[in-house]
Structures are given as structure tokens and as C-alpha cells.
């Protein structure tokens, strides 16, 4: 959009029918750590009943489809696994562009994020200083103990720069928070990333790795996106706009900040050359 472009606001019956592919986001449009928002179920099946495509294209790392679609069914809202694309699916196949089958990789994470790594052949292993891995990813703020880790793998990127063998580093999430419901916030894998990149900018100088992005706002999540959906005549529901309303700008498809989540309707509606074509209050209506 143009500097001084206004969002349009609608309601999510009234976007449906201007683009021919929905994607949503996860948490902060259909989801928070409470449980579903207002109007997510009832969007879903319109969306069902109009055989409209859609995905949900999260950066959520942490759940396999399956396990995805599990949660989201139980909580009333009908996804379907093959309606999931999530940032950690993306995980085995930029492994595999850095040649690490049978190699060894550290993943931060849950189970489910170490088994994408796995299905390439990939090796998962713990932070170790005295065998440097060949890549580290950071997939969830969750599955292991963040503080104690975070020491371990800082402490084994710069061992495998002493020794010239620096690890690939790949970020799968990179949300820097969440919402968890009630007015509250979490960090996640993108903080956690902020952290080790920071600390190793401050030892290494000019020599530090950074983090390669998978997840929203990089193209390869959208490209892949718009794939599945068939046509580039999409529109990304999101609740950032750092992540949801740029990454779709980079890509060439219209994007619609939802006030459910971590967007302000001040921050959508002043957000310049940054703002979404759309500003939604919710789901409903």
C-alpha cells in the first residue's frame, strides 16, 4: 500500500467475497492459548461450505498437520490437516538444501519439531561443545529447558565457529510474541532467536551468524502457500504486521490485520507503508 493509504475495514463475510483464497493465521485469529475466538468456527465452515480454499498458514512449529488439525477440531473448529501449512514444514526441506542428511542438527523444540528434521535423515542431537552440530533450528519456545539450552547451544555456535565449522542456523518461528488469552502475552522462538544472535553479534563482531528465516515473513512460506492454494488471488488474515501484513506485501497479495490479536486498531489504521488493505474487528459477521 501507498504511504498514505487508508485500510479498508469490512467484515469477514464481505472479504470472502473479494478474493478467491483465504489464509489465516493461527493464534490471534483463530486461536489464542485459551482456546478459539469468537466467530473462528463459524468462518471455517462458511469457508467449508463455499468450497472456497483456504489455509491456515502459521508460524507455529510445534505440531505436526495432524496434531494441528486434532487441536483445532476440538476446539469446535473444522481444519482439516491437509488445510495446515505450518512454518515447521518447511524445516526438512531447507535441510535438505544444506545437504544435511545423516548429518547432525539441534532443534529446539518439541517432538514434533525434531521429527521434521528427522524426515530427511537428519540426525537430532543436544548442544554439545565438544562436537559441534552441523545445524541448529529453533522451531518452539517449548519442549526443553529454555535458559539451560539456550547456554549449551550459544556456547556450541561459537565452539563450531573456533574451530571454522560455524552451524547453520534456521529460525522456523520467527514471532517474537503470542497472545495467551485475557489480555496477556508470551514470548516465543523469535525472542529466543533474538537472544543468541545478539549475544553472539556482541563475541563475534562482524562474524556472527544470523538466523535464515522459514516461517512468516519469508517468501517461502507465502510461495508455498499460494501453491497449495492454486491461485496468487489471496488475501492473508493475520495479527501482525511485521510478520503477516509484510510478509504477504512481499509476495504481491492483499493482507487484513484482525483485532483479535497483537495488532492495535491505531497501530493498523497508522501503519504507513506497512499497513494491510483490510483492518478487520474479528471473525464475526
Known sequence: MLADSVPVRLAFSALIDRHQAILFDAYGVLVDASGALPGAADAVALLLRREQPFLVVTNDASRAPARASARFTKLGIPVRPEHVLSSGMLIAP????????????????????????????????????????????IADEGGFDTLGTLDDTLSMILAGHARGRTPVLLLANPDLVYPSGGGT?????????????RALQLLLGSEAPRFEVLGKPAPRHFETALSMVGTRDAVMLGDTLHTDVAGAHGVGIASAIVLTGVTTDAQAMHAGVHAPTYVLNGLIG
Not at 535438505?96 to 537428519?122: C, F, K, N, W
Not at 502475552?185 to 544472535?197: K, P, V
Open 185 to 197: 502475552f508470551g514470548l516465543t522462538a523469535g525472542s529466543l532467536a533474538g537472544m543468541l544472535e
Open 94 to 137: 531447507a535441510l535438505a538444501s544444506h545437504e544435511m542428511h545423516g548429518r547432525r542438527v539441534v532443534v529446539l523444540g518439541t517432538g514434533d519439531s525434531a521429527d521434521y528434521a528427522r524426515q530427511i535423515g537428519a540426525v537430532v542431537v543436544d548442544p554439545d561443545v565438544a562436537d559441534p552440530a552441523d545445524a541448529v533450528v
